[in-house]
């Protein structure tokens, strides 16, 4: 089965530098994977997914994620932060079990940006 | 476009008290599910549906029961609430292509029921 791993529940960068929210995955089939932003009080959006192609994605507010099979990573990276950024970030990937698509969520990570 | 709207927003409910949260979405989705959220456990789906009619179990379904009577809607039910449900729910949907496309199919959020049961 499907899993994902986000490694650190909390991160905490000064506004300006670099961003890096660790994922890994575990999949028996091509996997597709996703990362969504939670802001307080509310759902989670999606903020860019990988599919298959290019290995580096783009995604809103100027985040990318590059996946690497060699490593089952999908690290989540923006050049520099900003204070809106402050918010959880989950990593999921797409798991077809039992012949339906459903989305499996790692544990979260929480982005704190201080000034 | 309203999207996926979940009500209520917040709910108290006494152990062994019943409750229905009701997820209604406007993009004509097939897929729709219900997930709960807990700190440092992230997301776990309790339900999903494929359509109209259909419901499966998701990871933890125990204790709950869902409905699809509607394209639009899906319910999900607590016969008996227990402490353990204390969580915030949250409902998806998304749309079905083919099979193919339906990997990478975005889910659409709704922005949670917070349920506290005492």
């Known amino acids: 089965a499907q899993s994902v791993t986000q490694l650190g529940s909390h991160v905490s960068v000064s506004e300006g530098a670099l961003v890096l929210l660790r994922c890994n995955y575990s999949?028996?089939?091509?996997?597709?994977l996703f990362w969504y932003v939670q802001y307080p009080n509310q759902g989670l959006q999606l903020l860019l997914k990988?599919?298959?192609?290019?290995?580096l994605v783009k995604g809103i507010n100027g985040f990318e994620a590059e996946f690497k099979k060699s490593e089952t990573s999908f690290h989540l990276t923006k050049p520099s932060a900003h204070m809106s950024d402050a918010a959880e970030y989950f990593c999921?990937?797409?798991?077809?079990?039992?012949?339906?698509?459903?989305?499996?969520f790692g544990a979260g990570t929480r982005l704190a940006v201080h000034p | 476009n309203a999207g996926v709207t979940q009500t209520p927003k917040f709910r108290v409910l006494k152990t062994g008290q019943s409750m229905t949260l009701l997820c209604a979405q406007d993009?004509?989705?097939?897929?729709m599910y219900w997930y709960r959220q807990d700190p440092g456990m992230g997301l776990r789906l309790i339900h999903y549906?494929?359509?109209?009619?259909?419901?499966a179990k998701g990871e933890v379904p125990d204790g709950y029961n869902v409905s699809r009577l509607k394209k639009q809607n899906f319910l999900l039910g607590l016969e008996s609430a227990a402490p353990s449900q204390t969580s915030v729910y949250f409902c998806?949907?998304?749309?079905?292509?083919?099979?193919?496309?339906?990997?990478?199919?975005?889910?659409?959020f709704g922005n949670g029921t917070r349920l506290t049961v005492t």
């Open positions: 998806a949907s998304s749309s079905r292509g083919a099979r193919s496309s339906s990997y990478n199919s975005p889910l659409h």
């Open positions: 999949s028996s089939v091509p996997p597709y």
């Open positions: 990988y599919t298959t192609g290019a290995t």
């Open positions: 999921a990937v797409s798991d077809m079990a039992g012949g339906y698509n459903k989305l499996i």
């Open positions: 993009m004509n989705h097939e897929y």
């Open positions: 549906s494929v359509g109209e009619g259909t419901t």
